[in-house]
């Protein structure tokens, strides 16, 4: 059976799933969410975090920032809080060029081997 791409994505997402998503440690989002007021998952009775997709773009926000950018951690949250909306774009416009950049290489490698 072939997985239907309109159907809904989970609701919440458990912090080892998201970390997972990322390559990052549980440990370095949990001390995201101390340095970066706006990053609140869920939690539940037992004191579970559950990550929305909202939470999870977030995240990826924060991480272009500071994991690709190599922003400290005082200037990603005063460029997101000052600027959110290009803090947004420019995470999307930084992953659509790194999948450009890695079609470009699997291209190349391509071309050396035909010559």
Request: aromatic share 6%.
């Amino acid at each position: 059976m072939a997985l239907n791409p309109d159907k809904p994505r989970k609701l919440y997402y458990s912090i080892k799933e998201v970390a997972q998503m990322l390559g990052v440690n549980e440990s370095l989002l949990r001390y995201w969410e101390t340095e970066f007021p706006h990053l609140k998952p869920k939690t539940s009775a037992n004191k579970v975090r559950q990550y929305t997709e909202k939470d999870i773009e977030q995240i990826k926000v924060i991480y272009n920032l500071v994991k690709v950018r190599g922003f400290r951690l005082s200037a990603a949250r005063k460029l997101i809080n000052t600027n959110r909306n290009g803090a947004d774009r420019s995470a999307e416009v930084i992953e659509t060029l790194t999948a450009v950049r890695d079609e470009l290489k699997e291209v190349k490698k391509h071309l050396r081997g035909l010559v």
